[in-house]
């Protein structure tokens, strides 16, 4: 009988360290980024490669840049990208696709934009029916014409599910985030300063 138990204890300590992940949907444009991108109909704009100086930040846990973490000490959990790639090369596609659906995007562009991710930060805080999930990122938005600006984009969920399902929650939750982050960068009054 102790043999039984002993088995069964390490099992379920080996279930709860094990891992498992939880994919991210697709990314959908968003149609008030698409209409503002429309402003800048006259200028061509292409895209620098998006990267992430962020220290011990949420999407390189444990070495694995395709997802962040999202658990407890005792069960390991990931949201990843759809494809597996970085979450750098996610923001990057999500830009380009805006860029694209606008009709102002050109890969040989003189003007570029690029993103350099400078923090990274995200919370589940709450109990086990109510809980808020919190994304927030810092950036530094750059041109190829030398110019940039800083921005912090900041997103809360309120979630009132069961609390097993926070991380279905949080990769559900990262695509509206990144469409206020594209929002926040083309919205800003520095923006147009990068297209000249």
């Not at 991210?24 to 292409?46: H, Q, R």
């Not at 919190?134 to 041109?143: D, I, N, R």
């Amino acid at each position: 009988m102790k043999n039984a138990l002993f088995y069964v204890g390490v099992l379920v300590v080996m279930l709860l360290f094990s891992g498992c992940a939880t994919k991210m949907p697709e990314y959908s444009v968003s149609v008030d980024n698409v209409l503002k991108l429309k402003e800048f109909e006259n200028i061509k704009i292409g895209v620098e490669e998006f990267t992430s100086t962020a220290p011990n930040n949420m999407f390189y846990h444990g070495g694995r840049k395709d997802g962040f973490y999202c658990g407890s000490i005792l069960i390991m959990h990931w949201v990843v990208t759809p494809h597996g790639e970085s979450i750098e090369e996610f923001l990057q596609h999500a830009f380009e696709d805006e860029l694209k659906t606008a009709g102002i995007y050109d890969k040989y562009s003189k003007i570029r934009i690029g993103v350099q991710i400078e923090g990274v930060d995200s919370s589940v805080k709450g109990n086990i029916f109510d809980h808020n999930i919190s994304l927030q990122m810092t950036l530094k938005v750059f041109s190829t014409n030398g110019n940039f600006f800083k921005t912090y984009v900041i997103k809360d969920y309120s979630q009132s599910t069961y609390f097993g399902s926070v991380c279905d929650d949080l990769a559900n939750s990262f695509t509206p985030f990144v469409r206020q982050l594209i929002g926040e960068i083309i919205t800003n009054p520095e923006f147009p300063n990068l297209l000249k």
